[in-house]
């Protein structure tokens, strides 16, 4: 890649509230992503040799994990202990919370098991807001509309109509929770909500609370699960691997309890997994905004079970990540900033792309410039400017009022968000893909339901901003109310790991190893050894997919 245009030269060229030209630029959408996009070129995807999609393209990092064997072998846990519920979440973000409190409602007995803590999740991080069609000049069907063409109509009409027809109601069962929201200018309490335009839309319908929209949802969400009768929380408690019966259904799960280091089986009528995304994989080596637990664990633990999955070669690299300074590489700058009127500045002075477009063509259009010589080099980070401090002279406040997260993060890399603009570049941001499910999160597994990012179908190979808090709280609130209606389900008489034995078989006839292993629960930098964590023997030499232990 080239060096780029040094920094100091780059400010030369920038002047706080100077009005840059558009660079020039007769590339379509479809020419741009194909030419810039990470998920298209050589060695973007490989065929899948084992399981429900063999023969169908993922993306190669992620496709180790999932063609990985067990964790665990029977062995492993002979005399754990034992218990039972009626519904068995696993992941306590914003989907989990959902399914758990609308699982509760309905009158089963839940537990909710997250392996860090209950709140600790993509959702909490999320800073631009939610989308529902709440305005008199917009509506579902503009929402729906406006999802599947940035998906590029490769989303399930089904999934998406649940969604954007629910948003309303979504939003009212939040207030109801307590949730805050911004509202117009001038109004007291109770007054207009306020919405703002994303990339891609048609309408304005983002509604947010400050840059920190996803914070405050997790804190209405958190207390909702914390005061609930019916729901227990498990902290620091990692699926290790799902349980199955005779019949072939999903019959619980195996847990790690990192607090008391033994793992612990959890039957259940019913498991929901919200289990989030893959950035911390670093797929194709790129810096990450996800939560440190974002690992593919509810990827891996489903496909080995049978559930079929979609669109695994496809994730969203937000625009707006740091690159500078490199120990925060990868931290969000929120879409919000470039709906208020921030620019993206090339070092040549010139903007390049309208930063409305779609998250997609943002990044794409980024990459190129860094790719062609016009991107920034800052201390051998790589990025180009996004201009803040034109957005503050224009907008007086707003760094104090609506983007406070913002102005929090310049603090951190020590600039002054008022005179100096961030040095940004793509971070692994979404994953765009997951397992395909029907509209009450079931998967083709009985028994076994997902919600969330985990989840494909809704956003096609690319989401629209605000879309993605719309989803795990539909879907969450609609794969919990299933999970618990029971429709039959009866007990398992027995209940464990046979379906892993199948697995390896699958595995050694595909010729793959059976050394490595996933999921990966932490990230390669944690140093987290589940083998040597447990006091295992049966898999003491075992290579975790991502790296030797």
Same mark, same amino acid.
């Given at each position: 890649m080239p060096a780029g245009i040094p920094y100091e030269e780059a400010r030369t060229r920038y002047q706080v509230g100077g009005q840059p030209r558009m660079r020039a630029d007769d590339a379509s959408v479809a020419e741009l992503l194909r030419a810039w996009h990470p998920d298209h070129g050589a060695g973007a995807r490989v065929a899948l040799a084992v399981g429900v999609n063999r023969g169908e393209p993922c993306q190669p990092d992620l496709a180790r994990h999932l063609q990985a064997n067990a964790l665990i072998d029977d062995v492993d846990i002979a005399g754990a202990q034992l218990t039972t519920t009626d519904v068995l979440v696993i992941g306590g973000g914003g989907g989990g919370c959902a399914a758990a409190l609308t699982a509760a409602g309905e009158g089963?007995?839940? !537990?909710?098991?997250?392996? /860090?803590?209950?709140?600790?999740?993509?959702?909490?991080?999320?800073?631009?807001?939610?989308?529902?069609?709440?305005?008199?000049?917009?509506s579902p069907q503009r929402h729906f509309e406006d999802t599947l063409r940035a998906g590029h109509f490769r989303g399930e009409p089904e999934l998406v109509a649940r969604m954007v027809m629910e948003g309303p109601d979504v939003i009212r069962w939040l207030i109801r929770l307590g949730m805050m929201f911004d509202q117009e200018e001038g109004q007291l309490m109770g007054g207009n909500l306020l919405r703002k335009k994303p990339g891609g839309a048609t309408a304005a319908r983002i509604l947010s609370y400050r840059d920190y929209t996803g914070l405050e949802m997790m804190r209405v969400l958190r207390e909702a699960v914390d005061l609930a009768p019916g729901i227990e929380v498990w902290n620091r408690c990692a699926a290790v691997e799902l349980l199955s019966d005779e019949r072939g259904r999903c019959a619980g799960a195996v847990l790690y309890n990192m607090e008391w280091r033994s793992f612990v089986l959890v039957r259940a009528r019913a498991v929901v997994l919200a289990t989030g995304g893959a950035g911390r994989l670093h797929l194709n080596a790129f810096p990450t905004s996800n939560h440190y637990g974002a690992t593919a664990d509810g990827l891996v633990l489903a496909y080995r079970l049978g559930a079929r999955m979609r669109d695994l070669d496809s994730f969203q690299y937000h625009p707006t990540g740091i690159a500078h300074p490199p120990h925060l590489a990868g931290a969000l700058i929120?879409?919000?900033?470039?709906?208020?009127?921030?620019? /993206?500045?090339?070092?040549?002075?010139?903007?390049? !792309?309208?930063?409305?477009?779609?998250?997609?063509?943002?990044?794409?259009?980024?990459?190129?410039?860094?790719?062609?010589?016009?991107?920034?080099?800052?201390?051998?980070? /790589?990025?180009?400017?996004?201009?803040?401090?034109? /957005?503050?002279?224009?907008?007086?406040?707003?760094l104090a009022k609506r983007l406070v997260t913002v102005r929090h993060l310049a603090h951190k890399c020590g600039i002054d968000a008022t005179q100096e603009p961030f040095l940004v570049y793509p971070t692994l941001h979404y994953q765009n893909g997951g397992a395909e499910v029907d509209v009450h999160g079931a998967?083709?597994?009985?028994?076994?339901?997902?919600?969330?990012?985990?989840?494909?179908?809704?956003?096609?190979?690319?989401?629209?901003?605000?879309?993605?808090l719309l989803d795990i709280l539909s879907m969450?609130?609609?794969?919990?109310?299933?999970?618990?209606?029971?429709?039959?389900?009866?007990?398992?008489?027995?209940?464990?790991?046979?379906?892993?034995?199948a697995w390896q078989r699958e595995l050694t006839a595909a010729g793959l190893p059976l050394d490595a292993r996933a999921p990966l629960l932490f990230p390669d930098y944690a140093h987290f050894d589940l083998q040597a964590d447990a006091g295992l023997g049966s898999g003491a030499h075992a290579r975790v997919v991502g790296g030797l232990r």
């Open positions: 089963a007995r839940v !537990i909710l098991a997250t392996k /860090l803590r209950l709140g600790d999740s993509n959702t909490v991080m999320a800073e631009g807001g939610i989308q529902a069609a709440i305005g008199d000049d917009d929120s879409e919000a900033a470039r709906s208020a009127g921030a620019k /993206l500045l090339n070092g040549e002075g010139e903007r390049f !792309i309208d930063e409305l477009q779609p998250r997609d063509v943002v990044a794409s259009a980024i990459l190129r410039e860094c790719a062609q010589g016009r991107g920034i080099a800052r201390d051998g980070q /790589l990025g180009v400017l996004l201009d803040i401090p034109t /957005l503050e002279r224009e907008n007086p406040g707003i998967t083709a597994v009985p028994g076994l339901f997902c919600a969330g990012e985990v989840t494909g179908g809704i956003h096609g190979r690319n989401r629209l901003m605000g879309n993605a969450g609130r609609r794969a919990g109310a299933k999970a618990a209606s029971r429709d039959g389900a009866v007990p398992a008489i027995r209940a464990g790991i046979g379906h892993v034995h």
